[in-house]
């Protein structure tokens, strides 16, 4: 005689999950991109490595482009030419930060199994607030263009700030935010902070003796256009490997003659620059 509904002792519930370092513009390292960083490094090619995962070839370089701005160094390199024809691979420091979520991983895994025995003593209700509170804490940005630099340089006026960020050795930006916004930051010589650029925000230039009245002037060679129907995006790649996105016409980019390799420059705004702080 089978037993009735409430008689029937309830599941054990358990919690898996995999670790994912976020930071307030999304997720910067996590399974998928591990995942890719250590094909890059066994199959010494973004595009086999993308097979991989799987993921599409320019949603794989988009996560290496991410990666590369977030870091404090790249973890990722292009090689060109050589016996093989180039390809690319993964630094010294990509490999560190690997090994490091790898480890993380394990004893992120034997917390969470120390947390479902002590969730089964309270019932599924417990377990369930927990996901919701889960949910509730994550953050992702719409921004194309996500940098993580240090405050070298702050200006007041009546109204607004003028902030100045340091990206790495060869990049910095401005932006100019409102006062009260730059209080609220809290914003100081020396801290971390990140930048947001929206991708139509960006316009681009190949011509260095033209002046603009924007004050952000980002030289790199364009690593990447994908074209749509309308618009293109083109990827530039910096100096100290930092990567700048811009959507601009299919028509700019043909009357500019872009093509991979070829010199240009990221033109934006400082009016253009959102800025965030970590609590």
Known sequence: MRKHSDELPQAAHRLTGRLEVETEQGTFLGNTRIRLLEAIDTHGSISQA???VPLSYKAAWDAVDAMNNLADKSLVT??????????????DYGRQMVELYRALEAEYQAALERLTASMNAGGAGTLQEFRRLLKRTSM??????????????????????????KLGDANELAAVITRDSAENLELTIGMEIWALVKAPSVMILT???????????????????????????????????KTVCAVISNES???LALAVG?????????????????D
């Open 262 to 278: 070829s010199p240009a420059c990221a033109v934006f705004k400082a009016s253009s620059v959102i800025l965030c702080a970590a």
């Open 207 to 241: 011509e260095k003796e033209m002046r603009t009245s924007a004050r952000n002037h980002l030289w790199g060679e364009v690593s990447r256009i994908h074209r749509s129907a309308i618009n293109a995006e083109v990827t530039l790649a910096l100096p100290g490997g």
């Open 50 to 52: 993308a097979k991989y």
């Open 78 to 91: 292009r090689a060109t030419g050589g016996r093989h024809g180039g390809g690319t691979r993964l630094t």
């Open 140 to 165: 992702k940005t719409s921004a194309r263009n996500q940098f993580a630099g240090t405050v070298v340089g702050l200006k007041a006026g009546e109204v607004d700030y003028e902030v100045r960020l």
């Open 253 to 255: 980019v043909s009357n």
